[in-house]
């Protein structure tokens, strides 16, 4: 296979809890790595990206580290808040190929 | 600057129909491309644009039918519209040459629905 998978297609997480949301990518080449963000309505917006391996991504208490040896670029927070309610995507870009997305739900 | 625009916001075709899916950007951006987003699919490439007058083709293409005369605009044609191609179409860009992007910015989708 050639894809980005994401495992879960909704988490329910109260808010302060942490959170990951899980994304591995399957490619021969080094992509750069993103996360993108949809609110209800609106395109897609970058949140976060790593260019190469053992890079980071950050941004709003996100964090994502690029890590080739397991293929994978998991989106973490310590403690999520309900304006983080949104559809997260994965992506690579030798090919543009997005993951299936998850939605992120914050319980009050 | 208002960014990537995209027009209409909603149409409803019948099938064999044709139409247009108008995008444009005004941050003389070269990379320019089409997506289709469909309940757990994610984001699907149709076609993509490095430059005014270079198309080639995405994950999705058949169907669909693009041109590239000036560097703002990037127009989305379906020549004989299909049920399957119900979905909320969204166009972005980046100032990223060549082929492998880093940040695009999309626009606000363009959502269709074909009976």
């Not at chain 1, 309900?82 to 870009?93: G, I, K, L, Q, T």
């Not at chain 2, 997506?35 to 293409?61: C, F, K, N, W």
């Amino acid at each position: 296979g050639d894809s980005v998978v994401q495992t879960e297609g909704q988490v329910l997480p109260s808010e302060g809890d942490s959170l990951i949301v899980n994304c591995s990518y399957e490619t021969t080449q080094y992509p750069s790595l993103f996360w993108y963000v949809q609110y209800p309505g609106e395109g897609p917006q970058l949140h976060l990206k790593a260019m190469k391996a053992n890079d980071k991504g950050r941004n709003k208490g996100f964090e994502a580290m690029y890590r080739k040896e397991t293929t994978s670029f998991h989106l973490e927070k310590d403690s999520v808040q309900e304006s983080d309610s949104a559809v997260y995507f994965c992506a690579r870009n030798n090919d543009m190929r997005f993951g299936a997305g998850t939605r992120l739900t914050v319980k009050p | 600057n208002a960014g990537v625009t995209q027009t209409p916001k909603f149409q409803v075709l019948k099938t064999g129909q044709s139409m247009t899916l108008q995008c444009a950007q005004d941050m003389n951006h070269e990379y320019m491309s089409w997506y289709r987003q469909d309940p757990g699919m994610g984001l699907r490439l149709i076609h993509y644009s490095v430059g005014a007058g270079i198309t080639d083709q995405g994950e999705v293409p058949n169907g669909y039918n693009v041109s590239r005369s000036t560097t703002e605009d990037f127009p989305l044609r379906l020549l004989s519209a299909a049920p399957s191609q119900t979905s909320v179409y969204f166009c972005a860009s980046s100032s990223t040459p060549g082929q492998f992007q880093e940040t695009q910015y999309f626009g606000p989708g363009t959502r269709l629905l074909v009976l």
